[in-house]
């Protein structure tokens, strides 16, 4: 079975500061993909980054990029520049190629930014 | 705009009520998801649906019923079965995004409390 662990409950930083979420993950399967979720005040979850599992190079979005380390089943996630609108809990989530509809999210990390 | 609805936002239920949460999709996704959210949890899979008429259980349907009989609507009633069902409930759907990306999209979520 895959599993998702997030081994911050919550963190903090500045503003304009950079942070780093923590994610692993176990799983036997090579074909997969990680995704990261922003779930803020509102509880709308939102799609931050996702990353596949053949893809050597890290993803990135704007201030958000990722460490993937494939070898180590590590998927860290890295806010540079924070805002006070990245406050949020964060997921780290993961699911096989081959099986869509099974995706597993770990506990969260609930992030807060400091002005 | 395109998107995912949920209703009601809050929602209480009597003992030995049965209660329905309500979820419709415009974004023309064949795939649609329930998940529960309970505090320092991730997300868990309840049910999920594939096609219309079709629907599977996932790790913790048990006390809960969905029903399928629209592309658009995949309700979810959560039954008298169901003894701890104060929750946070996410509905989602699965599509392609721009750049051939295959995620799942939510809605704002569903508070249910027992009386």
């Known amino acids: 079975a895959q599993t998702v662990t997030q081994s911050q409950p919550e963190m903090s930083v500045q503003e304009a500061e950079t942070v780093t979420l923590s994610c692993t993950y176990d799983?036997?399967?090579?074909?997969?993909?990680l995704f990261w979720y922003k779930q803020p005040p509102s509880r709308q979850m939102i799609l931050v980054i996702r990353?596949?599992?053949?893809?050597?190079q890290n993803a990135t979005e704007n201030r958000f990029s990722v460490n993937f380390q494939k070898a180590a089943k590590s998927f860290s996630l890295k806010i540079s520049d924070s805002q006070l609108g990245d406050t949020a809990m964060y997921f780290c989530?993961?699911?096989?190629?081959?099986?869509?509809?099974?995706?597993?999210f770990g506990a969260g990390t609930r992030l807060t930014v400091k002005p | 705009d395109g998107g995912i609805t949920q209703s009601p936002k809050y929602l209480f239920r009597k003992e030995g009520q049965n209660v329905t949460l309500s979820c419709e999709q415009n974004l023309n996704h064949d795939a649609m998801y329930w998940y529960r959210q309970d505090p320092g949890q991730g997300l868990r899979l309840i049910y999920y649906s594939q096609i219309v008429n079709d629907f599977q259980k996932g790790d913790i349907a048990e006390g809960y019923s969905v029903s399928r009989e629209k592309k658009e609507s995949f309700p979810l009633t959560v039954t008298s079965a169901q003894k701890n069902p104060t929750a946070f409930y996410l509905c989602?759907?699965?599509?392609?995004?721009?750049?051939?990306?295959?995620?799942?999209?939510f809605g704002a979520g569903t508070r249910l409390s027992v009386l």
């Open positions: 799983t036997s399967e090579s074909n997969y993909y």
């Open positions: 989602a759907s699965r599509g392609w995004k721009a750049g051939g990306r295959d995620i799942q999209y």
């Open positions: 989530a993961f699911m096989i190629t081959y099986n869509n509809n099974d995706m597993r």
């Open positions: 990353q596949e599992a053949y893809k050597q």
